[in-house]
């Protein structure tokens, strides 16, 4: 199975940037879908984007296009996620997930492996 880390969260000033990291190890993410979510405390987990290991390509929820970027370095086994333009409304613990076979789910219910979160906390 595949194990992940999540690094790169901070406090940070609304308008800034940060690259969150999620390194895996065990076996190749390239074999998985991948995810980010973000949870705050008392609201469900929530996806924001993700990577479908059959296509390849990132996707993101409507709410976050043009601000958040996924990719994914497959020679460091690492999934990231680029965000720009914080908001206040970022502020949440960021967890990447991963998933083997079936079809590519945004619920994280269907996501059997997950990292231990960063906390990303955007001061206005």
């Known amino acids: 199975q595949v194990q992940l880390v999540e690094t790169g969260g901070g406090l940070v000033q609304a308008g800034d940037s940060l690259k969150l990291s999620c390194a895996a190890s065990g076996r190749a993410l390239s074999n998985y879908d991948t995810g980010w979510f973000r949870q705050v405390p008392g609201k469900e987990r929530e996806f924001v984007a993700g990577i479908y290991w059959l296509i390849g390509s990132g996707y993101k929820v409507d709410s976050v296009k043009g601000r958040f970027t996924i990719s994914r370095d497959d020679a460091k086994n690492t999934l990231y996620l680029q965000i720009d333009s914080l908001k206040s409304e970022d502020t949440a613990v960021y967890y990447c997930?991963?998933?083997?076979?079936?079809?590519?789910?945004?619920?994280?219910?269907?996501?059997?492996?997950w990292g231990q979160g960063t906390q990303v906390t955007v001061s206005s």
């Open positions: 997930a991963a998933k083997a076979g079936g079809a590519y789910s945004r619920a994280a219910i269907g996501y059997p492996y």
